[in-house]
């Protein structure tokens, strides 16, 4: 169970490290766009090909496996993942007094990443989700007329505040 617990933990920071460093840098090397091009159908499926959804879902299903943890405990009394936490924290040297609060930072920190994602957002989902390979002619100059519109928008709204 251990073993498996880790495991999750590491498929979970490693879609968290895809999702907020890797593939924000991907997206800007000509070199990866035959990755994306492979892996479209997937993320559009899965997140939308949005980060922001990205790191929702990866929370959802920490919630979910909370949730069926706690169910769980309430019939199997001997499951106990102390020892799994425990050895966490130990490889993060962070103090017994201080798990606590370093818990609640983790989720803390969570949400700001999430604002940060929002911010950086440019686009609505609908455009975003749809497979690079299916935007016809039309529709891309549609879309680029839209983000000349949102810039637009953008800079009126600063020079407003200024």
């Known amino acids: 169970m251990t073993i498996f617990l880790l495991v999750l933990a590491l498929l979970v920071a490693l879609a968290f490290l895809y999702a907020l460093v890797l593939r924000p840098w991907l997206k800007k090397q000509t070199w990866a766009q035959g990755f994306f091009a492979n892996v479209d159908t997937l993320e559009s499926a899965l997140f939308k090909k949005s980060e922001t959804i990205l790191v929702g879902r990866l929370l959802w299903i920490g919630g979910l496996f909370v949730t069926f943890y706690d169910g769980l405990a309430v019939f199997v009394h001997s499951l106990d993942l102390t020892p799994l936490t425990t050895r966490i924290f130990d490889w993060l040297q962070i103090p017994p007094d201080m798990r606590n609060l370093s818990a609640t930072a983790f989720i803390g920190i969570v949400g700001l990443?999430?604002?940060?994602?929002?911010?950086?957002?440019?686009?609505?989902?609908?455009?975003?989700?749809?497979?690079?390979?299916?935007?016809?002619?039309?529709?891309?100059?549609?879309?680029?007329?839209?983000?000349?519109?949102?810039?637009?928008?953008?800079?009126?709204?600063?020079?407003?505040?200024?």
């Open 113 to 162: 990443l999430i604002n940060r994602l929002r911010a950086q957002t440019t686009k609505p989902l609908a455009l975003v989700a749809v497979p690079d390979a299916k935007v016809t002619p039309s529709a891309a100059v549609a879309m680029a007329r839209a983000e000349a519109a949102k810039d637009q928008a953008v800079q009126a709204v600063a020079e407003a505040k200024s």
